[in-house]
């Protein structure tokens, strides 16, 4: 009987755990308040606050997601807009010269990060989907601390078996 008690604690857990990692963006519209906001979609990864009283709400869907959803808070404590962010639209948006500040509040926290010392160069990925999984790279100058270039890269989810075989 307790086998069964635990069995049905863990579906309960894991269906928590799943509807929370499929929080419904789209339910979301100018003009709802910031607390309902919290309350549909939980609390956001990161808040970056604004000089007049504004927020922007950063939702990043982990490290196999494809979709970062930014929500712009207006002072009055309202929802102005509603954005995913990893899209061509944001990425073409990513000049050289730019901070990691500016592309992380453009882009939101990124899948990874990797370090080249000997190029002086930090690279930091986001993946995505366009019609099929992507990755978008952003390459920093790690000692100025700004963008040299970026790189969009298919992504092999299945490796070719006879890639190198002749």
């Given at each position: 009987?307790?086998?069964?008690?635990?069995a049905?604690?863990?579906i309960?857990?894991?269906?928590?755990v799943?509807?929370?990692?499929?929080?419904?963006?789209?339910?979301?519209?100018?003009?709802?308040?910031?607390?309902?906001?919290?309350?549909?979609?939980?609390?956001p990864g990161?808040?970056?606050?604004?000089?007049?009283?504004?927020?922007?709400?950063?939702?990043?869907?982990g490290?196999?997601?494809?979709q970062?959803?930014?929500i712009?808070i207006?002072?009055d404590?309202?929802?102005?807009?509603v954005?995913?962010v990893?899209s061509?639209?944001?990425?073409?948006?990513?000049?050289?010269?730019?901070s990691r500040?500016?592309?992380?509040?453009?882009?939101?926290r990124?899948?990874?990060?990797?370090?080249?010392?000997?190029?002086?160069e930090?690279?930091?990925?986001?993946?995505?989907?366009?019609?099929?999984y992507r990755?978008?790279?952003?390459?920093?100058?790690?000692?100025?601390g700004?963008?040299?270039?970026?790189?969009?890269?298919?992504e092999?989810?299945?490796?070719?078996?006879?890639r190198?075989?002749?």
């Open positions: 009987m307790k086998i069964r008690a635990l049905a604690d863990a309960t857990l894991a269906a928590v799943f509807a929370a990692g499929c929080a419904d963006f789209s339910a979301l519209s100018p003009g709802d308040s910031a607390q309902t906001v919290a309350d549909r979609v939980g609390a990161m808040v970056w606050k604004d000089p007049d009283g504004s927020e922007l709400w950063e939702y990043p869907a490290y196999y997601g494809v970062t959803f930014m712009d207006g002072a404590q309202n929802v102005r807009d954005h995913q990893l061509e639209e944001y990425f073409s948006k990513v000049q050289p010269g730019m500040v500016a592309v992380h509040r453009l882009l939101g990124p899948r990874e990060i990797w370090y080249f010392p000997p190029r002086d930090e690279a930091w990925t986001w993946r995505y989907q366009d019609v099929r990755l978008f790279s952003v390459l920093f100058d790690r000692t100025q700004t963008v040299r270039t970026v790189l969009r890269l298919d092999d989810v299945i490796p070719d078996r006879d190198g075989r002749h």
